[in-house]
């Protein structure tokens, strides 16, 4: 079992904290190499927290100009869809994250 989590910012950070330590974790920046590896090695469960346009801008992606970041938005959103289609499950981390730690637990492979 695999997982691959998109995502930036601090919460996608905490989201990886919580986690459980059995399914290898990987953090892949979209590209075209990375969606070809993907499609040759799909991951078993895609994470994805906070989608949204701008959702966890860094410093250096709110400089660029608009037209620059929604272009940035776009090839996430694609690479993202891209992969969505390819992997066994797509988990979706949003809003309160309070509820995020059960969600995960339920990724645990069963004992």
Do not use: K
Not at 41 to 64: K, M, N, R, Y
Not at 74 to 89: D, G, H, S
């Amino acid at each position: 079992m695999s997982v691959l989590l998109l995502g930036n910012g601090p919460r996608a950070a905490w989201a990886r904290t919580l986690l459980p330590a059995a399914p290898p974790v990987e953090i892949a920046a979209p590209s075209p190499d990375a969606l070809r590896r993907l499609s040759a090695a799909p991951p078993a469960t895609l994470l994805i927290v906070d989608p949204g346009p701008f959702a966890a801008e860094d410093a250096a992606s709110a400089a660029l100009p608009l037209p620059d970041r929604l272009r940035a938005d776009a090839t996430r959103a694609v690479f993202a869809l891209e992969v969505a289609r390819r992997a066994a499950r797509t988990v979706t981390l949003d809003g309160d994250a309070a509820a995020w730690p059960a969600r995960l637990a339920a990724l645990a492979p069963a004992a």
